[in-house]
């Protein structure tokens, strides 16, 4: 299998995010549903990424084809569009898979008032691989990433919704330790937009402290 690299996303990126994003989320939709919808995603990846004073987010991309020794940057790590790295690359691979990680805490339960944000826990959304890559273990892969990035940022935990009816996704995450946690009754819960019908089951991990070498 070709080789696969994992790391936050850059300008690049950017387009190839927003094609993976739709074509693994909105499959069915065609010309000019798609155009709109891909268009959306690339506005949304530049300006949504910017987040409130003491708040985390990143999107992590599985480059595929993309050997970093040798790869020629420009720019600066240093340099930063909302979330998103400001190098440049001159040697392109080919973006197979993207989750997005943060500290905002949008989407956990709280029992106090929603603008009451949790605090130590990193969330996972848009975890999403193209069709001819995935059995790869990429999702795997960006998971480990994530919670290797929610310990940087110093969480305690990390959460994430999965369709209550994706049973492979359920079976994904619980092979990588996270278990089903029962929303106490009357807490406020905003969860993610979707459709209606779409039922979520709230999932979490507790991250060990990194291992002193």
């Known amino acids: 299998s070709p080789e696969i690299v994992v790391r936050e996303a850059r300008i690049e990126d950017i387009w190839?995010?927003?094609?993976?994003?739709?074509?693994?989320?909105?499959p069915n939709y065609t010309f000019p549903l798609d155009l709109m919808?891909?268009?959306?995603?690339?506005?949304?990846?530049?300006?949504?990424f910017t987040v409130q004073h003491g708040t985390?987010?990143?999107?992590?991309?599985?480059?595929?084809?993309?050997?970093?020794?040798?790869?020629?940057?420009?720019?600066?790590?240093?340099?930063?569009?909302?979330g998103l790295d400001g190098k440049f690359s001159l040697h392109r691979g080919y973006v197979a898979?993207?989750?997005?990680?943060?500290?905002?805490?949008?989407?956990l339960p709280r029992k106090g008032p929603l603008r009451q944000r949790?605090?130590?826990?990193?969330?996972?959304?848009?975890?999403?691989?193209?069709?001819k890559f995935r059995?790869?273990?990429?999702?795997?892969?960006?998971i480990a990433k994530a919670e290797a990035q929610a310990r940087g940022w110093g969480c305690r935990s990390i959460a994430l919704h999965c369709d209550f009816n994706?049973?492979?996704?359920?079976?994904?995450?619980?092979?990588?330790?996270?278990?089903?946690?029962?929303?106490?009754?009357?807490?406020?819960?905003?969860?993610?937009?979707?459709?209606?019908?779409?039922?979520?089951?709230?999932m979490m991990k507790l991250l060990k402290a990194p291992t002193a070498s």
């Not at 268009?39 to 949504?48: E, I, K, P, Q, T």
């Not at 898979?97 to 989407?107: K, N, P, R, S």
């Open 37 to 48: 919808l891909r268009v959306d995603r690339l506005v949304a990846m530049l300006s949504g």
């Open 135 to 142: 059995r790869k273990g990429i999702a795997k892969r960006l």
């Open 166 to 202: 994706n049973l492979g996704a359920t079976k994904l995450y619980k092979g990588q330790g996270f278990k089903c946690v029962k929303v106490p009754e009357g807490a406020n819960w905003p969860q993610p937009k979707n459709s209606p019908d779409v039922k979520f089951k709230f």
């Open 56 to 82: 985390r987010r990143t999107c992590l991309v599985a480059v595929v084809g993309s050997r970093m020794d040798e790869t020629f940057f420009l720019g600066s790590e240093d340099f930063k569009v909302g």
């Open 97 to 107: 898979g993207i989750l997005t990680v943060d500290t905002v805490a949008d989407f």
């Open 118 to 131: 949790r605090t130590g826990i990193a969330y996972i959304s848009n975890v999403a691989v193209r069709e």
């Open 16 to 26: 190839e995010v927003a094609e993976t994003h739709c074509s693994c989320f909105f």
